[in-house]
């Protein structure tokens, strides 16, 4: 319990000093109209003067546009406050279109994805202008979803590795989890101050690429726990372990990548977190009570998801906490694969190839492009084959005289 608060502290905290920095910086509303307006207006230009001779030239303007005018207005974190999966699909737009233009595809084509996005960028600018302009409510629910969206994820993975040890009789490794979530919020906002101070065009690529990463390296090792877990989910196998003495098996190694995989899960969400408050006080003027209020009502909220995560997690029978605990570890690092790509398509660092038709649920890091939709097919593949192998090799043996 005493680790969990200061856990919460520490992010209430950090949420409200970040808060405040903006608050001092007297931001001011963003105008989603206006500025959808203007990436019409600039985008029309750009693609009304492409041809597949200036395919770099149209596409480095695009780029421009997404970062200098969608990013650095402060709409792309307007939406994310209110429709993060709105904001993911915007960002697959733009990615989408600027890689069309630097591969120098038809005219035709660059138009049909322009046109497309610039609609969806007219609506969601509609949908959500209002939105800044709410009362005490609006924006009390609004940080309260915000905390409770980036916060529950984090908090399933750490409650699971808490558990993990718990049942695993290594209790007295679990400051190692703690240490790895401390260390996630301070570097969230550190990281979050940092991009502050760049000019505004430089801290976008960066930010995206810093995600990007986070979230790349955050599934390979989720994927490697996942594994561990789940190879320790048959109860001979979790018998013969409890004997080998835990507090042998569960070495250094072990707990630093469970304290690892802590770090990436709050890290993930923490510096985004910082952002996306920052652009809720920007759009608030004046409301910070109803903010304020909402996030506080969130971390308790998180308080008692824990305990109850912790009360279930204990009743279950051993072999299907870990199967359970290993499956939600790897749909995670699913989610995070995708969201990870995307972000790196956005700057470019991966080509976006779109396919007509495709799945596409952003919440599940699920998009319509051949990258991301490829990388995940080939993540179930590693993960199913070693099963099936360990699976065969339990049949052999059993049937083995």
Same mark, same amino acid.
């Given at each position: ?16 000093l ?7 910086? /007297?931001?001011?509303?963003v ?36 970062f ?38 038809p ?35 609004q ?10 994820e ?36 550190a ?44 109860? /001979? ?36 977190t ?7 006080v ?44 290993g ?5 995670m ?12 398509q ?7 190839t ?12 699920i ?10 097919a ?24």
């Amino acid at each position: 319990m005493p680790s969990l608060i200061r856990s919460i502290l520490i992010s209430f905290v950090l949420a409200v000093l970040s808060m405040a920095n903006a608050v001092a910086m /007297d931001p001011a509303t963003v105008d989603l109209i206006k500025v959808a307006e203007q990436i019409s207006s600039e985008g029309d230009t750009a693609v009304d003067n492409y041809s597949d001779t200036n395919g770099l030239e149209t596409g480095q303007k695009l780029s421009r546009l997404y970062f200098d005018v969608f990013e650095a207005s402060g709409m792309e974190f307007a939406l994310g406050v209110y429709d993060r999966d709105d904001m993911l699909d915007l960002e697959l737009k733009f990615s989408s279109l600027i890689n069309l233009s630097m591969k120098q595809k038809p005219v035709s084509e660059l138009q049909s994805q322009w046109s497309d996005l610039k609609d969806h960028l007219a609506r969601s600018a509609l949908a959500h202008q209002d939105k800044q302009a709410g009362g005490f409510w609006t924006y009390f629910l609004q940080s309260l979803l915000i905390m409770l969206r980036e916060g529950i994820e984090a908090m399933l993975v750490v409650t699971a590795l808490i558990t993990y040890l718990r049942r695993s009789g290594a209790a007295d490794q679990i400051r190692g989890i703690w240490t790895g979530v401390w260390l996630a919020l301070l570097a969230s906002v550190a990281i979050a101050w940092w991009l502050n101070q760049l000019t505004l065009s430089v801290s976008g690529t960066r930010r995206e690429a810093m995600e990007g990463i986070t979230m790349l390296v955050a599934s390979a090792v989720m994927i490697y726990v996942s594994y561990w877990l789940f190879s320790k989910s048959q109860a /001979d196998r979790w018998q013969s372990f409890v004997k080998n003495q835990l507090e042998k098996s569960i070495g250094n190694r072990d707990i630093l990548m469970l304290s690892l995989t802590a770090f990436l899960a709050v890290f993930r969400e923490g510096a985004e977190t910082v952002l996306f408050y920052q652009a809720l006080v920007a759009g608030s003027s004046t409301d910070y009570t109803a903010i304020f209020s909402g996030l506080a009502v969130a971390c308790v909220l998180l308080v008692g998801l824990y305990y109850v995560l912790k009360f279930v997690s204990v009743k279950l029978p051993v072999g299907i906490f870990f199967k359970f605990t290993g499956c939600f570890l790897f749909v995670m690092a699913f989610i995070f694969l995708g969201k990870g790509i995307l972000e790196l398509q956005v700057i470019g660092w991966i080509d976006t190839t779109l396919v007509r038709y495709g799945p596409k649920f952003p919440t599940l890091g699920i998009f319509p492009t051949i990258e991301s939709l490829g990388a995940q097919a080939l993540l179930i593949l590693i993960a199913v084959v070693p099963f099936f192998i360990l699976g065969r090799r339990r049949e052999f043996t059993r049937n083995s005289p």
